[in-house]
Nanobody
């Protein structure tokens, strides 16, 4: 069973930066898309950024120009570089990998933006 483990969350002041990492315990075959989601208290989980198998990326309007998704296939790792963080970015961030046969989720990492 492949496991996804996120890291890099924490407490940061408004305007600060964080880099989230998501490492897969082993290689995942036939990946369709990889993405980062977030869920704030009392709100539904939402897609933040995604990257397709051919490298195309897309992001929610609320984070465009501030967040960048990337991946390192050799390291089975996906990243989310978050700059210009705002209090409204506070949430638990989850990584997700969709293959042809399975939908994998990490356990989540807390990001808190506060002064």
């Amino acid at each position: 069973q492949v496991q996804l483990v996120e890291s890099g969350g924490g407490l940061v002041q408004p305007g600060g930066s964080l880099r989230l990492s998501c490492v897969a315990s082993s290689r995942i075959f036939s990946i369709q898309t990889m993405g980062w989601y977030r869920q704030a208290p009392g709100k539904e989980r939402e897609l933040v950024s995604a990257i397709s198998s051919d490298g195309n990326t897309d992001s929610a309007d609320s984070v465009k120009g501030r967040f960048t998704i990337s991946r390192d296939n050799a390291k089975n790792t996906m990243y989310l570089q978050m700059n210009g963080l705002k209090p409204e970015d506070t949430a638990v961030y989850y990584c997700n990998v969709k293959s042809l046969w399975h939908d994998y989720w990490g356990q989540g990492t807390q990001v808190t933006v506060s002064s």
